[in-house]
C-alpha cells in the first residue's frame, strides 16, 4: 500500500536518498529542508508519516511534532531519524508521541519496514481495520518468508503478542531480531504506543544508565536538564533491549530492579516514578553460556527469559533464501536502473548451498552487490567461500533440496584455521587482535572496519575507548 510520506532533512544528499527507496517501494514523497517549508508541507497536504531530523537550520524538530499534531486534519506518523550522540533528544521527542526514532545511517530494509508499519499502525485516527496477520502472502510484519521455520515464528509472535510477559529473543547475527521485536510490537494491544529500541552494545557503560532510566539536571558533568530516559518514554508500548548481553553486571542489577518494581530512579535523584512497559530483549550469543561464565546474573536472565523465542538461521530456511534473494534483487534493481528478470540458474543453486554464516544481511550484501557490478538482465551471484562448522556444513548439505531444516544450535563457534596461533591468548586478546587487525585492513576507518567486521561502528569505538586505543 502506498502512503504519503514528508521527509524533513537539510541535509540533501540524506534525503535523497530516503526518497529513493521510499519511491521505489510506492510511496509518495515529498521532501522539505527547513522547519518552515515543512510547516507549510504539513498545512498543505495530509501526509502519513514524516520522517523528521531534529537538527534544522531554522529551529527544532520537536516544534514540527507540536504544530503537527494540532489542527483538525488527523496528524501523521512522526519516525525520528536523528545521529549519533542525540539519542536524549530522540528519546525526548518519544515523549511527545513520535512513532519510532532511527539512528544514521539507517538501513534500507529498516526504513521501509518502519514507515509501513507506522504508516499502518502508528495512530489510531488512520487505522481502518485491524492489522492482518500477515502482511503479504510471503511474509509477516517485515518479515520475508513462508518455510515452516518461520511460520513457527509467526505463529508464536501472534500467540506472545498480546502478553505484557517479557521476551527474549535469540539466534545468530543477522537473523532479524529487531524486525521481531518490531513485529511483537505491531502485532500486540500496544502497537499505538511507543516503540523505543536500546542497542545495550552500543552506548558507553557511563551513559547506557542514564539512557534506560533518565537523570536530573546536575546529575553528572553534561546533565544540564533533566531528560527521561529510554524506559520512561516506552511508556505504554515497548522497550526493545538489543544486545543484552553487552550489558555490564553493575548495570544487570538495576535492570533487575526495573523489572520487578516497574519504576524507574532517573540518575541523581530520589524520586521513583512507575512505568508500564512491555519488555523485549535480544542477542546473538548463548545467553546460558554467558550466565555460565559469569557475564551475565542467573537472576536477570530468568527474569528476562519468560518467553524465549528463537530464530532459526537462513541456511535452516529452505526456499525462503531464494524468495528473499529474489525480493532484494527486484528493490536493488530499481534503485540501480537495471531491468532484471531472474536469477542465473547456477545462482539459484548456490543459494542453497551457501552456509550463510551472515544471514539474511549477509544475503542482503549479496545480492546488492551482484546488482551493482553486473549487467544483464539476468543476475549472477558471486558467493564467497566460507569454512563455517561441521553443524553448518552438514546444515548447508541437507538443504540443497529446498525446505529442509537442520538448525545449527545457538552460539556454535566457527573453528579458525590454524588453531595455534591463539593458544595462550585470553578472548579479549583475540578481540583485540582481531579488531586493530581490521582497522589496519581499512587503512584506519572504523567504520569500513565495522562494516568488515558485521558490528556497528559504535560497537568498536565503544571497545577503542575502553582499551584506550587512538584511532586515526
Keep these: 500500500m502506498a502512503n504519503s510520506v514528508l521527509i524533513v532533512e537539510d541535509s540533501a544528499s540524506i534525503a535523497l536518498g530516503y526518497a529513493a527507496q521510499l519511491q521505489s517501494a510506492g510511496h509518495k514523497v515529498d521532501v522539505s529542508e527547513t522547519l518552515a517549508d515543512a510547516q507549510a508541507a504539513l498545512k498543505r497536504s495530509d501526509f502519513d508519516v514524516v520522517l523528521l531530523d531534529l537538527q534544522l537550520p531554522d529551529g527544532n524538530g520537536m516544534d514540527l511534532m507540536k504544530a503537527g499534531s494540532s489542527g483538525d486534519k488527523p496528524a501523521p506518523a512522526f519516525i525520528i531519524v536523528t545521529a549519533d550522540g542525540s539519542l536524549a533528544r530522540a528519546i525526548d521527542a518519544m515523549r511527545l508521541g513520535a512513532y519510532d ?34 502482511d503479504t502472502a510471503n511474509g509477516y510484519h517485515g518479515f520475508i518468508g513462508k518455510s ?13 503478542a498480546s502478553s505484557k510477559a517479557t521476551v527474549f529473543v535469540t539466534g545468530e547475527s543477522g537473523t532479524g531480531k529487531e524486525v521481531t521485536a518490531e513485529a511483537i510490537h505491531a502485532a500486540g494491544a500496544r502497537s499505538n504506543g511507543p516503540f523505543v529500541a536500546i542497542n545495550c552494545g552500543a552506548i558507553p557503560e557511563s551513559l547506557l544508565e542514564s539512557e534506560l532510566f533518565g537523570h536530573v539536571k546536575g546529575a553528572f558533568t553534561g546533565a544540564v536538564e533533566n531528560r527521561i530516559g529510554a524506559a520512561k518514554a516506552a511508556d505504554g508500548g515497548t522497550l526493545f533491549l538489543d544486545e543484552i548481553c553487552e550489558m555490564e553486571l553493575k548495570l544487570q542489577v538495576k535492570l533487575l530492579r526495573f523489572l520487578q518494581t516497574a519504576t524507574v530512579q532517573p540518575v541523581g535523584s530520589s524520586k521513583v516514578e512507575p512505568v508500564d512497559v512491555r519488555i523485549v530483549c535480544a542477542t546473538n550469543r548463548d545467553p546460558i553460556a554467558e550466565v555460565a561464565a559469569g557475564r551475565f546474573r542467573e537472576d536477570l536472565f530468568y527474569r528476562l527469559n519468560v518467553i524465549p523465542l528463537e530464530l532459526p538461521p537462513l541456511r535452516a530456511r529452505g526456499t525462503d533464501v531464494q524468495l528473499i534473494a529474489e525480493q532484494f534483487m527486484a528493490r536493488f534493481g530499481k534503485e540501480e536502473g537495471r531491468e532484471l528478470t531472474a536469477l542465473s540458474e547456477e545462482s539459484r543453486a548456490a543459494l542453497y548451498e551457501h552456509p550463510w554464516p551472515g544471514n539474511v544481511r549477509e544475503l542482503q550484501n549479496t545480492v546488492r552487490r551482484a546488482v551493482v557490478v553486473g549487467s544483464g538482465p539476468t543476475l549472477e551471484l558471486a558467493l564467497q567461500r566460507h569454512p563455517g562448522t561441521p553443524a553448518q556444513q552438514a546444515g548447508s548439505a541437507s538443504h540443497a533440496q529446498p525446505d529442509a531444516s537442520t538448525p545449527t544450535p545457538l552460539g556454535a563457534e566457527q573453528q579458525p584455521a590454524r588453531q595455534d596461533v591463539w593458544e595462550g591468548m585470553t578472548l579479549d586478546q583475540i578481540e583485540r587482535m582481531a579488531i586493530h587487525a581490521a582497522i ?3 587503512d584506519g576507518n572504523v567504520t569500513k572496519a565495522a562494516k568488515a567486521l558485521d558490528v556497528s561502528p559504535s560497537t568498536l569505538y565503544r571497545k577503542l575507548e575502553k582499551w584506550g586505543a587512538a584511532v586515526n
Excluded: W
Design 101 to 134: 526514532f532511527l539512528v544514521k545511517p539507517v538501513a534500507g530494509e529498516r526504513l521501509l519496514t518502519t514507515v509501513r508499519n507506522a504508516a499502518e499502525r502508528g495512530r489510531p485516527a488512520r487505522k481502518a481495520q485491524p492489522p492482518k496477520p500477515a
Design 440 to 442: 589496519k585492513r581499512c
Design 148 to 160: 515452516p521455520p518461520m511460520q513457527q515464528v509467526y505463529d508464536a509472535i501472534e500467540n506472545i
